[in-house]
């Protein structure tokens, strides 16, 4: 049985990010939208006007919240205060998963405040696993771990980014929140071809897909959730959901944020190429 079937992951649809610029809309004329996605960060509060727009917007839809701090590849020891925190929002929102990098975020006392890729190699496998298995204990719902972009590599490295979230996941027995955008920035950058990171993900895994915009600043392109989503990306998503069937989806604009009607249109070119991939997929189900 894998992962999800284990643990009965929903198919959520097609959701996007509930960020501030919509928040009017959203909150007030309640757009149709089948699930929204938070930053963890924002909402681990003890209350005022986050926990009270929050509390409106679980009174329609569904919630995940999608953590950025964790820094589960880090050397420190987990922050027990922000876990405490973590928990007690996981709880209030009762979500089928919640989620956050696999990455590292800083050293010591100093917080980069960045997702910096981890070196690929098992001893790194080990110290994540060892980790993500305290965090997925602890929080009580499954937890799953998203593939970053990368714009470095390491000399200590010696397997794919793709063997690297496989072996974490399949050791830690965690979920995959798998960015597409993020491996065509990363094949891009490093010069490898996506198909094969697409091809190799364990797809029993896979609780959630990542779907977002970037910038080519000619050398190297930057993952800017800034625009909207290009068609090398959609491909590579299509390609992914023929592997992993029906799985929850979510569109990320989080710079430049455009107007509700073409986030919401995106949204909707997503869920129209999940619904025709599925069509053609065998024993797939969309919903409807």
Not at 8 to 21: E, K, M, N, S, T
Not at 141 to 149: K, T
Not at 185 to 191: E, K, P, R, T
Not at 232 to 260: K, M, N
Request: proline content about 7%; charged content about 25%.
């Amino acid at each position: 049985m894998g992962y999800r079937q284990k643990h009965a992951i929903p198919d959520l649809g097609v959701g996007v990010g509930f960020r501030v610029p919509h928040f009017t809309h959203v909150l007030g004329e309640r757009p149709p939208m089948d699930w929204f996605e938070i930053i963890s960060e924002n909402f681990m509060v003890r209350g005022g006007r986050p926990i009270a727009n929050l509390g409106r917007l679980l009174e329609t839809y569904p919630v995940v919240p999608h953590g950025v701090s964790l820094s589960i590849g880090g050397t420190n020891p987990l922050d027990r205060d922000y876990l405490a925190k973590l928990k007690k929002l996981v709880e209030w929102l009762e979500p089928p998963w919640c989620s956050d990098h696999l990455c590292w975020g800083g050293t010591g006392s100093v917080n980069i405040h960045d997702l910096l890729p981890l070196p690929q190699n098992r001893k790194v496998v080990e110290h994540v696993a060892d980790r993500v298995k305290k965090v997925q204990d602890h929080l009580g719902i499954p937890f799953a771990l998203e593939n970053v972009s990368s714009y470095m590599s390491y000399r200590e490295s010696d397997m794919p980014e793709w063997e690297l979230v496989a072996e974490v996941a399949e050791r830690a027995d965690c979920g995959i929140l798998f960015d597409v955008n993020n491996v065509f920035v990363s094949a891009h950058n490093h010069g490898f071809d996506p198909n094969l990171y697409i091809d190799a993900i364990p797809v029993d895994r896979v609780v959630q897909i990542h779907l977002a915009g970037h910038t080519d600043k000619g050398r190297y392109i930057l993952d800017t959730h800034s625009d909207f989503v290009r068609d090398e990306v959609w491909a590579l998503y299509a390609r992914a959901i023929r592997r992993a069937g029906a799985v929850s989806t979510l569109i990320e604009w989080d710079d430049e944020i455009p107007e509700w009607d073409v986030l919401s249109a995106e949204a909707a070119k997503a869920r129209e190429l999940r619904r025709a991939t599925l069509a053609e997929a065998p024993g797939a189900e969309a919903r409807p």
